[in-house]
């Protein structure tokens, strides 16, 4: 039986005991009394153990929650070490690719200058025997060209002869 319940009996029978005139006493019924008192005593160690039942039980239940809030820390510990080391992995990986794709910028475009000095060499050695060859050929064709007949001075008219003379 429920303790609380208990005591509202208790109270309910003080409420209906009879006053003793001129004093604050009461007149009980004793047998209704000692009933509820004794029904107390076989509640009252009952509520104890389940009053000590729920102590130990919220105690074992604030332990676990201790035991979990510490291993869900830990994790976390764990999970932000991780993150943190993929973090750093991941920045040391994209500084080593930032300093390749220099240095692959760098070797292109020094290698762009030198073939573009190389092509120019060679243009201009090209050049250089295209000309000369050039000047064979127009040196060739020169000696191969007839020379312009050379134009003798007029001849000076020959003296006319008269009829007459003759």
Sequence with gaps: MDIQHLVDR????????????????????????????????????EEVKRANRVESEKERILAQAHEEADRIRELAKQEASELVRRDTIMASAQQRADTILERARREAE???????????????????DLLRSLSVVRNGMRKLEPEPPVESPPAEPEPHQDNANS
Excluded: C, H, W
Excluded at 118 to 128: F, Q, R, S
């Design 110 to 128: 020094m290698m762009r200058a030198e073939s573009d000095t190389y092509a120019l060499d060679v243009l201009m050695k090209l050049e250089e």
């Design 10 to 45: 208790l109270e309910q029978i003080l409420g209906e005991s009879r006053r003793i005139p001129m004093s604050s006493n009461l007149i009980v019924d004793e047998d209704r009394l000692f009933n509820v008192v004794d029904q107390m005593r076989v509640s009252i160690p």
